[in-house]
Structure formats: C-alpha cells, structure tokens
C-alpha cells in the first residue's frame, strides 16, 4: 500500500472515463473505492489516499490561481 499507487489511481481516474463513472456511482463509500482500486492495481490504505487527494487538490487550485 502507498501514496503512490493513492496517486496513481486518482490519475487514472481523471483519464479513464468509464473508471470515473464508477468511482462516482461508489459516492463517499472509502472502502468500496479502495476494493475498485485494488482490482485495477493499485492498492493503498484510507490515509494514503486522503493524503494524495488532499496533495492533487491543492496542486489543482495552484494550478487555477497561476492562469
């Protein structure tokens, strides 16, 4: 389990549609989110994956404050 794999998934999501429909269909369900993820791969704890969306969503806002 790592930050990495955490990662690695949410960019995956953000670039495979159907897996986004699906994570989306999951709502706030952490530990159904973590079995989808495990299945393509990736595998990563709760914390892990709060902190790597905590990381993607302030490298995000960074991103819109520098346009």
Known sequence: MSQENATKFI????????????????GQDLESLRKLAAR???????????????????LLIRSASAT
């Not at 495979?16 to 989306?24: A, I, K, T, Y």
């Not at 791969?41 to 969503?57: L, N, P, R, V």
């Open 40 to 58: 393509y791969g990736f595998e990563f704890s709760a914390q892990d994956f709060q902190t790597s969306i905590k990381q993607h969503y302030q």
């Open 11 to 26: 960019i995956k999501v953000q670039t495979d549609e159907s897996l986004r429909l699906r994570v989306s269909a999951l």
